[in-house]
């Protein structure tokens, strides 16, 4: 068990071009999550997944925000045409419909910087 | 008004001191309540977690649920320079997709 990993750990980008990110969850948990947080503020959930398929979506997640995750391993979360309040820590957590407690385990988080 | 409020700090106490960090939350449906810390740059990792109203200990750590005033608190025993983080708290509902509602976080700094 390694732990839930995401990459890249920061991206500078420049406003109007598209990033993506990935997550890679503890093996073997089904559910995986995205969190966006702003600085001084808590994470705020942006979409689940079950396996593979999207079960939920916040409504901060705009028609420029898109997630995947195909085969029900690894999730991207891609920003399209990328704006300065994008500007966030990206956060993933997974866990596992086998826990009673279904704990959520954070990864380190994608830091992105819009200019 | 948010969900989950929870005042932001930043709390400063000396090494050894007790520390109390409190949430309240509006809506009575929430069945879960956990606390994360989060340390500079890095994502939160789950400290306590609680079902329903309640204490539970682990360590230097009590985590309290009062569902009847929909208040919950973190006390931190002996607290140590290592324990300067910002504290999360989180809650969600039973069933569903539990997803966590977070509140702002406290700051909290431990000085020697």
Known sequence: ?115 | QKEVEQDPGPLSVPEGAIVSLNCTYSNSAFQYFMWYRQYSRKGPELLMYTYSSGNKEDGRFTAQVDKSSKYISLFIRDSQPSDSATYLCAMRFSGGYNKLIFGAGTRLAVHP
């Open chain 1, 1 to 115: 068990d390694t732990g839930v990993s995401q990459n890249p750990r920061h991206k500078i980008t420049k406003r109007g071009q598209n990033v993506t990110f990935r997550c890679d969850p503890i093996s073997e948990h089904n559910r995986l999550y995205w969190y966006r947080q702003t600085l001084g503020q808590g994470p705020e959930f942006l979409t689940y997944f079950q396996n593979e398929a999207q079960l939920e979506k916040s409504r901060l997640l705009s028609d420029r925000f898109s997630a995947e995750r195909p085969k029900g391993s690894f999730s991207t979360l891609e920003i399209q045409r990328t704006e300065q309040g994008d500007s966030a820590m990206y956060l993933c957590a997974s866990s596992s419909w086998l826990s009673k407690e279904e704990t959520q385990y954070f990864g380190p988080g994608t830091r992105l910087l819009v200019l």
